[in-house]
C-alpha cells in the first residue's frame, strides 16, 4: 500500500510539471510569433518583434484583424498606426527609430508658439524671414498679422517665412529650439531631437531635427488637444490678410488627403533631401480616432491610403 501511495504522488508530479513545461512552450513560441499586426495570429509574411513603448501602453483595447498587414506592402522607413485615445499600436515597421521628419517638426513648432500668444495677439514679419529656403506665402518685412493667421500660414502651407516669424517674435532660435526640446522631455520623449522649428535637414549652419513615428504620434496627440490646432490642420484651403487689410495670401494645404478622403481631418505633411517624403495623418473610422505616421517614404500620399483602405477592411476593434 506505501508503494501504490509513492507512485501515485509520483505521477502527479510528473503530470504537473508536463503541463508547465507545455504552457511555457506555447507562450514562448508566440512571443516569437509576434507580427507587425497588434492582434494577429499565426506566423506572417514578414515578421519581427515590435517593442510597445511605454508612452504608448496606456489603456486596454482588443483589435482584431482578420487579414494581416506585413512591412512588405510598406516601403516607407518607418509606419505606424495608432489609436488615437490610447496610442495603442495597430501596425508598425520600425517605429522606434530616430529619423529626420522634415515639417512635421512643426507639429511641435505650433505647440510652443501657442504657449506665447493667443489668436489676436499681433506679429510683425522680421526681414530675416523673407524668401528662405523652402516654401514661402511672400510675407514682407514688416508687415503684420494675427498670430492664428501666422499659424495657418505655417501649418496649412508649411510656409518657412511665417514660421520664421514666429520663432523670431518668440525670442529668438536658440530660445526657441531650447523650448521645443524641452517639451519632448516633459512628454518624456528621450530620443527626440530638434535643431530648427522649420524642419530643415541638417545642412550647412542648420542643425537637424530628429525624433520616431512613435513619437510623433505622442506630440500629434498632444497638438490635436487644442481647437485652433485641429481647425487649422483640417483646412484645406485659406486667405489671410494683414492687419490693415492691404495685403492677401492664399493657402493651400500641402495635405492631399484632406476633402479626398473623406476619413482625414488632418494634420501635417513635411519632405526634405534627407527625410524623404513624410506624413502624420489624423483620421477617424468607425467612430474611433487613429492616427498613421509615415517617415521616409517614396510615396506618403499612397502608402497612407493603402493603411487606410487595411484599417477599414481588416481590423476590428470592440
Known amino acids: 500500500m506505501k508503494i501504490f501511495v509513492i507512485s501515485k504522488n509520483n505521477l502527479l508530479l510528473f503530470l504537473g510539471a508536463f503541463i508547465f513545461a507545455l504552457v511555457l512552450s506555447v507562450t514562448l513560441s508566440r512571443g516569437r510569433q509576434q507580427t507587425f499586426v497588434n492582434g494577429a495570429t499565426g506566423v506572417g509574411s514578414y515578421q519581427i518583434d515590435v517593442p510597445v513603448p511605454t508612452t504608448l501602453a496606456k489603456e486596454t483595447i482588443n483589435f482584431q484583424v482578420a487579414k494581416e498587414a506585413t512591412a512588405s ?9 495608432v489609436d488615437l485615445e490610447t496610442l495603442k499600436p495597430v501596425f508598425a515597421k520600425e517605429a522606434t527609430a530616430s529619423a529626420e521628419i522634415a515639417s512635421t517638426t512643426k507639429i511641435v513648432t505650433a505647440l510652443v508658439a501657442q504657449k506665447k500668444w493667443v489668436a489676436s495677439d499681433l506679429l510683425t514679419v522680421p526681414t530675416s524671414c523673407v524668401n528662405l529656403v ?15 493667421d501666422v499659424l495657418r500660414a505655417m501649418l496649412i502651407d ?4 511665417a514660421t520664421c516669424t514666429l520663432y523670431v517674435n518668440g525670442g529668438g532660435l536658440p530660445a526657441f529650439v531650447a523650448e521645443m526640446n524641452k517639451l519632448a522631455s516633459d512628454l518624456n520623449l528621450q530620443s527626440v531631437y530638434f535643431g530648427n522649428p ?11 531635427n530628429t525624433a520616431s513615428a512613435t513619437d510623433l504620434a505622442v506630440l500629434t496627440k498632444e497638438a490635436l488637444k487644442d481647437d485652433l490646432f485641429r481647425e487649422i490642420v483640417g483646412t484645406k484651403s485659406r486667405a489671410i490678410t494683414s492687419f490693415d487689410g ?13 476633402g479626398a478622403i473623406p476619413e482625414v481631418y488632418g494634420v501635417k505633411t513635411g519632405q526634405t533631401d534627407g527625410a524623404g517624403q513624410c506624413l502624420v495623418t489624423a483620421l477617424k ?12 517614404s517614396p510615396d506618403r500620399f499612397g502608402e497612407t491610403i493603402r493603411l487606410i483602405n487595411w484599417l477599414k477592411t481588416s481590423v476590428s476593434w470592440d
Do not use: Y
Not at 523652402?134 to 492664428?148: K, S
Not at 508649411?158 to 517665412?161: K, L, N, Q, R, T
Not at 522649420?198 to 537637424?208: A, K, L, R
Not at 495685403?247 to 488627403?257: E, Y
Open 73 to 81: 506592402a510598406i516601403f516607407a522607413k518607418e509606419a505606424l498606426i
Open 134 to 148: 523652402g516654401t514661402n506665402v511672400g510675407l514682407l518685412p514688416g508687415e503684420t498679422l494675427r498670430f492664428d
Open 158 to 161: 508649411s510656409a518657412a517665412d
Open 198 to 208: 522649420i524642419g530643415f535637414d541638417g545642412v550647412g549652419s542648420w542643425v537637424g
Open 246 to 258: 492691404s495685403l492677401t495670401h492664399n493657402l493651400v494645404n500641402t495635405n492631399q488627403l484632406l
Open 285 to 296: 473610422v468607425k467612430d474611433r480616432n487613429f492616427l498613421i505616421v509615415l517617415l521616409g
